[in-house]
């Protein structure tokens, strides 16, 4: 009986040692278990922290002066963060393994073109957004400047330094505006809503540049920037500022020019009036010629008028209508351009028939216009006819530009970055985090 109590016995501790060694075993489990879950957790919020901080580190002068967000580094400088979050955050702490983390930024590089534009659009914002609807945000130049020699001076810089051109976002680029085209556009009776305010404001890089950079009569703030002609640099593309504004002169005078003599075509009256100008000097077959070299020098001598205007900040309506015209038909026979193109017998005529020419000519008024488009407006006119790389490619140009001006000598959008990808190896575990500008 004692015998086979001391079996009960014996059975009974050993079953409950299997209990007790069962119990541990399942403790040791949950706390490793409970440790691995913490190790997660911490992995996991820290990782988003370490990701914040990195966005964090982004370049001030870039955003004071564009509203762009974007911080400096390489895979690399981020691998180094990291490992110094990670060593302060994990060492000493529940036995974590760490392995060398990993890193790539190649999706947020900001000389991607869609991670910039989509930087334009965080830049916009909404009161910006109003100022150009209202056309607040603009100002006519105070000071003007000089154009000489000096390539120093404002106005007149031109980019010399080589390694400068070959880090422009546009290196290699070029474009060449299409009179033809852009003139039949703007012929167009509705072209002039393509450049009001609260069209260009939907479009987040014709709003960026209208609140952003500065053009030959208007600038948009008190900070010096390299070019003075900041929108014409965006249409021509020339990397001497002065170059870029007498380009952008001869274009808008070559669209102006054909705007002026499709407007004449289009004019009952004028032409009625060209036309029986050209019978009486040039009797004949020659009267057509004649007709031609009327028309070419009205629209060439109101074209002068209309950039002078322009240039003086006036507004000019895209196809002018009776009233619209400051030059008068005698205003262009007197024009020693036109004279010149005639033949003897024809400039007699002309002298002959001068009391009936002018009776012919009266000059309908003329009132200057509180409506039409403004020098800035055609050269938005311009952009819009550029490739929407090209235009988007030069707005970086002249941020890289201004921020090595005025900051770093070393700026350079290829290391930039506007949000952060990376992969923490804690025991052996991957975790990844993906984060960005929003």
């Keep these: 009986m004692r015998k086979l109590l001391r079996n009960k016995s014996g059975s009974t501790i050993v079953l409950l040692s299997f209990v007790f060694l069962a119990l541990i075993s399942m403790i040791i489990m949950a706390i490793n278990i409970a440790r691995s879950r913490t190790v997660e957790s911490w992995a996991e919020v820290n990782g988003k922290l370490w990701g914040k901080a990195i966005l964090s580190e982004y370049d001030r002068y870039l955003l004071d002066d564009y509203g762009i967000m974007a911080f400096q580094g390489n895979d690399c400088d981020v691998i180094k963060r990291l490992s110094v979050y990670s060593k302060y955050s994990f060492e000493d702490k529940l036995r974590i393994r760490r392995d060398v983390p990993s890193a790539n930024l190649d999706e947020y590089r900001m000389s991607d073109l869609d991670n910039f534009r989509k930087s334009l659009r965080n830049a916009m914002t909404t009161e910006e957004a ?9 100002s006519v130049r105070k000071i003007s400047y000089s154009f000489g020699n000096n390539k120093t001076e404002y106005g007149n810089r031109a980019i010399g330094n080589q390694v400068v051109i070959d880090t422009l976002p546009s290196r290699g680029y070029k474009n060449h505006i299409n009179i033809k085209g852009l003139t039949g556009l703007l012929s167009d009776s509705n072209a002039a809503d393509k450049v009001k305010p609260d069209v260009l404001s939907k479009v ?71 036309t029986a100008i050209s019978e009486l000097i040039a009797p004949g077959p020659g009267a057509i010629v004649v007709q031609g070299a009327i028309m070419e020098s009205w629209a060439a001598l109101e074209t002068h008028e209309d950039l002078k205007a322009l240039l003086d900040n006036k507004r000019i309506p895209l196809m002018k209508k009776k009233g619209d015209w400051k030059i008068s038909v005698e205003g ?91 992969n923490l190896k804690i025991n052996g575990k991957s975790y990844e985090v993906n984060d960005s500008y929003k």
């Design 204 to 274: 987040s890089e014709m709003s960026f540049i209208v609140s952003k950079l500065n053009s030959h009569l208007k600038t948009v703030g008190d900070k010096e920037t390299f070019f003075a002609n900041e929108y014409e640099y965006i249409v021509k593309g020339s990397l001497d500022d002065n170059k870029n504004f007498e380009a952008c002169k001869r274009e808008i005078f070559a669209i102006r020019n054909a705007l002026n003599l499709a407007a004449l075509s289009k004019d009952p009256e004028k032409m009625k009036i060209i």
């Design 130 to 138: 109003k100022s150009i609807v209202d056309g607040k945000n603009r």
């Design 332 to 422: 262009v026979l007197r024009d020693s351009h036109l004279t010149d193109k005639l033949g003897d017998e024809a400039r007699k005529l002309l002298n002959e028939n001068a009391e009936q020419i002018h009776d012919l000519s009266k000059q309908e008024g003329y009132s200057e216009k509180l409506e039409g488009q403004n020098y800035e407006d055609y050269l938005l006119f311009m952009m819009l006819t550029i490739p929407k790389d090209l235009r988007t490619r030069r707005i970086m140009d002249l941020i890289q530009i201004n921020m090595k001006y005025r900051y770093y000598d070393d700026f350079n959008f290829d290391e930039y970055n506007c949000g952060v990808r990376f």
